[in-house]
């Protein structure tokens, strides 16, 4: 399950929805696969979706490149709710492991200094799928319509910017993050282990709270004591009240 948007001049985030669409008329309809994999793309994914689809989710992919600091909040709510995580080492994902422990996430790729290393000594990212016969293929039959049978160019500026303009590094972690999702896939065949680690990440939550990020935003940031100024309801007046 695929959620997102793009704005309206967003022409990368088109074709990237475009393609997961496509793929899912593929997948969907595949008289091997098509009655046991589905491939959904959540349209306007927003806060009312998420609270249906954030309790019932199994694993939570939060797979921005290491240093970018992409990931928000979103990644704490699936761990509150049960879900085990697959991603890197980027953002709200270190403090999850720090917490959870790396047992009880699935951590891969690269890390900040590997990122850093690989840009020095320059990134390629044809040089990774020269030598990743499956994730050249994915990209051939981007390039090449597969997906898109009636307009066999429609994504081809998706797979020029993974070929040459590849600034999230995706290709190099490509390999690494199947891996792990062979692991995912081993580890929810065993049930019980499975439940252990959702466990695990449940009870873990209590530093995520809202309580202690304001609390430390006052004192380390702000500056500010409590105090105990009630602000009055909007029945009330303008004024609030002293306890």
């Known amino acids: 399950m695929f959620g997102g948007k793009a704005a309206p ?39 009312s979706m998420a609270e249906k689809i954030i309790p019932a989710a199994d694993l939570s992919e939060q797979i921005s490149t290491a240093g970018t600091e992409a990931s928000g909040t979103g990644n ?3 761990m509150l709710n049960g ?21 009880n996430i699935f951590i891969f790729g690269m890390t900040v200094d590997d990122v850093t290393e690989l840009q020095k000594r320059g990134y390629n990212a044809n040089d990774f799928i020269a030598k990743n016969a499956e994730l050249a293929q994915c990209i051939d039959q981007i390039e090449t319509g597969y ?40 580890t929810f065949l065993d049930r019980q282990k499975w439940i252990k680690m959702c466990l695990h990440n449940i009870a873990s939550c209590g530093k995520f709270s809202t309580d202690r990020t304001i609390s430390e935003y006052a004192t380390q940031i702000w500056g500010v004591e409590p105090n105990s100024i009630r602000l009055a309801a909007p029945y009330e007046g303008a004024e609030g009240t002293n306890e």
């Open 83 to 103: 879900a085990l995580t697959i991603g890197t080492l980027d953002g709200a994902n270190v403090e999850m492991m720090e917490e959870c422990g790396k047992e």
């Open 76 to 78: 704490m709510k699936f």
């Open 147 to 186: 997906f898109t049978p009636d307009s066999p160019y429609l994504l081809k500026d998706l797979a020029n910017s993974i070929r040459h303009h590849d600034r999230f590094l995706v290709c190099a972690d490509y390999e690494a993050f199947i891996k792990k999702q062979e692991e995912v896939s081993q």
């Open 9 to 47: 001049g967003y022409h990368m985030a088109k074709q990237i929805i475009k393609l997961i669409n496509s793929v899912a008329t593929v997948v969907n309809n595949d008289p091997i696969v098509g009655d046991k994999l589905k491939v959904v793309y959540l349209e306007n994914y927003r806060v």
